[in-house]
């Protein structure tokens, strides 16, 4: 049987990265207290209340599936800028990027009778337009309730990154990420996974996703519209940036104040929409060379 790795909050970056290059998915074992759960929870349940359920086989009849978990929660927003997960998705992404993005947040509970998710690659969401060797994801599944494999732990296939694109796994090729409420498995765009079936009587499994992306990408949750300005102007400047509120390059996501007749914010950083950022990483002219070279890569 497949097995994960699992890892110690006191891991250094490089370590996880070794993990992440050979299976392309690891766990960090209790890397939050038992106090940062209690809060993720509280924060969201009214919100797993409601019969949100999927209405296709692969989002699942019994999966439960909430957003917006920027605007909707703090303790969310605090585990997105956790230290660790961002210097790794920094480390890990930036051979493909100037610089990373949150794409995706959502809390996935899996109730008891939900059959196992088809497996896939989560690139899929580009339409299979992205070119292998550009490693779009570094995603992450944080446990707000245990994972066991009884309760629909995802299923992941470690090492399936580097595999042909249409080799189907063996049923001992598969692993399972159980782990502890706290816990937090970490997982690439490219690695084969799919949740797990919940054989279990009444257990539900719930999984907080927070997926970085490549800056350059188009997020697969539209954070503009999840946490729009009005929202997004009384959360913090790192996590406003984070979430797009931010240039990726030069001049790429820049806007223009459509009530502005005086040109004050014409084609400025969507930093500027809230006042407190002048500079960003991406205000200086680029040299032309520069320029050159990045249009050839
Ligand atoms: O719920 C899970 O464990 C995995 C879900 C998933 O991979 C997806 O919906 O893309
Ligand atoms: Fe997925």
Redesign the pocket.
């Known amino acids: 049987m497949a097995k994960l790795v699992h890892l110690s909050k006191t891991s250094s970056v490089d370590e996880i990265i070794e993990v992440l290059d050979k299976d392309a998915g690891v766990i960090i074992d209790n890397l939050i207290d038992q106090d940062e759960v209690e809060a993720l929870n509280q924060d969201l349940s009214p919100y797993l209340k409601n019969d949100v359920f999927g209405r296709d086989e ?2 699942g009849f019994k ?1 439960k599936r909430i957003g917006a978990l920027i605007a909707r929660s703090q303790a969310c927003r605090k585990l997105a800028l956790n230290k660790l997960i961002n210097e790794v998705s920094d480390k890990y992404l930036s051979p493909f990027c100037d610089g990373y993005q949150l794409h995706f947040t959502s809390a ?1 509970s ?1 109730a008891p009778g939900e059959s196992k ?1 088809i497996l ?1 690659r ?1 690139r899929g969401i580009w339409g299979g337009y992205l070119p292998r060797k550009v490693e779009p994801l570094m995603s992450t ?1 944080w446990a707000a309730s245990d994972f066991t494999k009884e309760n ?3 299923q992941i296939v470690p090492g399936s990154h580097l595999w042909e694109k249409n080799r189907i796994p063996k049923k001992d090729e598969i692993a399972y ?1 159980e782990m502890k409420q706290g816990s937090v498995l970490l997982y690439t765009g490219t690695v084969l ?4 079936e919940n054989s279990s009587k009444k257990d539900v499994r719930t ?1 907080i ?1 927070l997926h970085y992306a490549l800056n350059w990408l188009r997020q697969e949750e539209n954070q503009y519209l999840s946490c729009p300005p009005d929202i997004a102007k009384d959360i913090s400047p790192e996590i406003r940036s984070l979430i797009g509120y931010s240039k990726g390059g030069y001049i790429l996501g820049f806007y223009s104040d459509p009530k502005d007749e005086k040109a004050l914010f014409e084609s400025v950083s969507p930093a500027n929409m809230f006042k407190d950022i002048t500079e960003d990483n991406f205000s200086s002219l680029p040299e032309p060379d520069d320029l050159i070279k990045k249009s050839t890569k």
Request: proline content about 0%.
């Open positions: 692969f989002t999966t996935v899996i998710q896939h989560d599944i629909g732990a995802t990420a996974h799919g949740g797990g999984g996703f």
